[in-house]
């Protein structure tokens, strides 16, 4: 008998969680936290036993895939985890400074002396296209899901009393076009799909355009002196950045217009990206086959003390500041917006995705009066957003995606807010022909 529950990232974006149980064999995928306005459920006790999972596999080492790790491993779960060692790499990274954030807070999930024996049991390797036997009846594949560097989506092969079955959970499913990583994998049969469905609803800007949106404004905003607030995430999103803005400045774009990544993740974030030369795309790779670095340029610096970081507001005239968080939850990024927000002159461009009831949401959604760090603030400086460097698939590539699948008895849709997980569920019925479900939290379902 195999069947799935759900415990997170069902109805929503955040906390995913899924369940996967083939005769006496306990397959956790991911295990990440909840944010937004759903954080409180962190703190609900998990669902399920943490000691009787048998194997714990990660898709991708964004937090809301692996933040409740640590967790899960206080409560009692021991075995291996399985995930790519690029994944493994980030996960260090952002599995410590999430546990630094949670300190800060009244109530903490968990601090950074629960983070080391989480990290210890990783160490199962698998990259992409390679496959693992997990009992003598279960083998699992990777494929690169093409959302950051070392993301994957797992095929779950199994016999369910004789009968052979299979299953994929997506993962967090990248654009088909991405700016430094490599591309999407596409899989070609299997019985059930976990699909995720951020962007069910929207189409995406062509990235060409949103490449070309961010250089304007930047340049924009930098020629009439203004500084530039760019909210980013540490992971990916910030290489990214680092990349265009290399361009600007080979072109000679910036003229020496300073530029601080203010963000000590994100700073080794970079630097751990450069150990997988293998996963750039083509032009990347060119750049380091030269022996250039490309996510460095003359005008950038970073700023990974306290001091260094305060020591930018005494630039004054133009500048860019990439920060943190990118949702402007915590992160250095609160005291650039408390001094540039105020300002006509200034820019704070968006460029990723804004949960609601984030800071960066109500920012990005137009508030104009706001409380940060305290102080009140009414905004006056431009608000920006390009909205096609997501990491996300857009409803048609989330399609095509699916549409290269045969065999399939039935596609469960995850990891969605509700408009965009009912629009999808009406475009696999109609446009592929293919039955769907959108999957509820603690909801079983047998395979
Ligand atoms: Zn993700």
Same mark, same amino acid.
């Given at each position: 008998?195999?069947?799935?529950?759900?415990?997170?990232?069902?109805?929503?974006?955040?906390?995913?969680?899924?369940?996967?149980?083939?005769? $006496?064999?306990?397959?956790?995928?991911?295990?990440?936290?909840?944010?937004?306005?759903?954080?409180?459920?962190?703190?609900?006790?998990?669902?399920?036993?943490?000691?009787?999972?048998?194997? #714990?596999?990660?898709?991708?080492?964004?937090?809301?895939?692996?933040?409740?790790?640590?967790?899960?491993?206080?409560?009692?779960?021991?075995?291996?985890?399985?995930?790519?060692?690029?994944?493994?790499?980030?996960?260090?990274? @952002?599995?410590?400074?999430?546990?630094?954030?949670?300190?800060?807070?009244?109530?903490?999930?968990?601090?950074?002396?629960?983070?080391?024996?989480? #990290?210890?049991?990783?160490?199962?390797?698998?990259?992409?296209?390679? +496959? @693992?036997?997990?009992?003598?009846?279960?083998?699992?594949?990777?494929?690169?899901?093409?959302?950051?560097?070392?993301?994957?989506?797992?095929?779950?092969?199994?016999?369910?009393?004789?009968?052979? $079955?299979?299953?994929?959970?997506?993962?967090?499913?990248?654009?088909?076009?991405?700016?430094?990583?490599?591309?999407?994998?596409?899989?070609?049969?299997?019985?059930?799909?976990?699909?995720?469905?951020?962007?069910?609803?929207?189409?995406?800007?062509?990235?060409?355009?949103?490449?070309?949106?961010?250089?304007?404004?930047?340049?924009?905003?930098?020629?009439?002196?203004?500084?530039?607030?760019?909210? +980013?995430?540490?992971?990916?999103?910030?290489?990214?950045?680092?990349?265009?803005?290399?361009?600007?400045?080979?072109?000679?774009?910036?003229?020496?217009?300073?530029?601080?990544?203010? +963000?000590?993740?994100? *700073?080794?974030?970079?630097?751990?990206?450069?150990?997988?030369?293998?996963?750039?795309?083509?032009?990347? $790779?060119?750049?380091?086959?030269?022996?250039?670095?490309?996510?460095?340029?003359?005008?950038?610096?970073?700023?990974?003390?306290?001091?260094?970081?305060?020591?930018?507001?005494?630039?004054?005239?133009?500048?860019?500041?990439?920060?943190?968080?990118? @949702?402007?939850?915590?992160?250095?990024?609160?005291?650039?917006?408390?001094?540039?927000?105020?300002?006509?002159?200034?820019?704070?461009?968006?460029?990723?995705?804004?949960?609601?009831?984030?800071?960066?949401?109500?920012?990005?959604?137009?508030?104009?009066?706001?409380? *940060?760090?305290?102080?009140?603030?009414?905004?006056?400086?431009?608000?920006?957003?390009?909205?096609?460097?997501?990491?996300?698939?857009?409803?048609?590539?989330?399609?095509?995606?699916?549409?290269?699948?045969?065999?399939?008895?039935?596609?469960?849709?995850?990891?969605?807010?509700?408009?965009?997980?009912?629009?999808?569920?009406?475009?696999?019925?109609?446009?592929?022909?293919?039955?769907?479900?959108?999957?509820?939290?603690?909801?079983?379902?047998?395979?």
């Amino acid at each position: 008998m195999a069947y799935y529950r759900s415990y997170g990232a069902a109805g929503e974006v955040t906390g995913s969680c899924h369940l996967l149980i083939i005769g $006496k064999i306990k397959i956790l995928i991911d295990c990440g936290m909840f944010q937004g306005a759903q954080e409180a459920l962190n703190f609900e006790p998990f669902a399920f036993n943490p000691k009787d999972i048998n194997y #714990l596999i990660v898709t991708h080492a964004h937090i809301d895939h692996i933040g409740r790790i640590p967790l899960l491993v206080k409560n009692g779960f021991d075995k291996k985890i399985i995930s790519t060692r690029a994944t493994f790499s980030i996960a260090q990274l @952002m599995l410590k400074n999430s546990a630094g954030i949670l300190e800060t807070k009244k109530e903490q999930l968990y601090t950074t002396k629960d983070v080391d024996p989480a #990290l210890e049991l990783f160490g199962n390797f698998l990259e992409y296209g390679e +496959s @693992m036997t997990l009992d003598k009846n279960i083998k699992i594949t990777f494929k690169n899901a093409g959302h950051i560097l070392g993301a994957v989506s797992v095929k779950i092969k199994f016999f369910d009393k004789g009968i052979k $079955k299979s299953v994929i959970f997506s993962g967090d499913i990248g654009q088909r076009e991405r700016i430094i990583t490599s591309q999407i994998e596409f899989w070609k049969k299997s019985n059930y799909i976990f699909l995720e469905s951020t962007y069910g609803l929207s189409v995406h800007e062509e990235l060409d355009i949103s490449i070309k949106s961010f250089k304007k404004q930047i340049l924009k905003t930098i020629k009439k002196g203004g500084t530039v607030v760019i909210p +980013s995430f540490a992971l990916e999103r910030t290489q990214e950045i680092l990349y265009l803005l290399r361009q600007m400045s080979n072109n000679g774009k910036l003229k020496n217009i300073p530029v601080f990544l203010d +963000s000590p993740l994100a *700073i080794n974030v970079t630097r751990t990206f450069l150990n997988y030369p293998h996963l750039f795309n083509k032009e990347v $790779k060119k750049i380091i086959q030269r022996g250039e670095n490309p996510f460095d340029f003359k005008e950038l610096t970073n700023t990974y003390s306290k001091e260094s970081s305060q020591h930018i507001n005494s630039f004054s005239g133009a500048k860019i500041i990439i920060a943190g968080s990118g @949702m402007c939850e915590g992160g250095r990024v609160g005291y650039h917006l408390v001094r540039y927000l105020q300002d006509k002159n200034n820019l704070v461009l968006f460029v990723g995705f804004q949960v609601n009831s984030t800071l960066g949401q109500k920012i990005s959604s137009g508030e104009r009066d706001l409380s *940060i760090l305290g102080s009140d603030i009414h905004v006056r400086a431009k608000i920006g957003y390009v909205s096609g460097f997501s990491a996300h698939a857009d409803q048609k590539e989330l399609l095509e995606w699916v549409d290269a699948v045969d065999n399939i008895y039935c596609v469960y849709l995850i990891h969605g807010d509700i408009p965009q997980l009912k629009t999808l569920k009406q475009k696999v019925k109609t446009q592929l022909k293919e039955k769907v479900h959108i999957v509820k939290m603690g909801e079983q379902i047998h395979l």
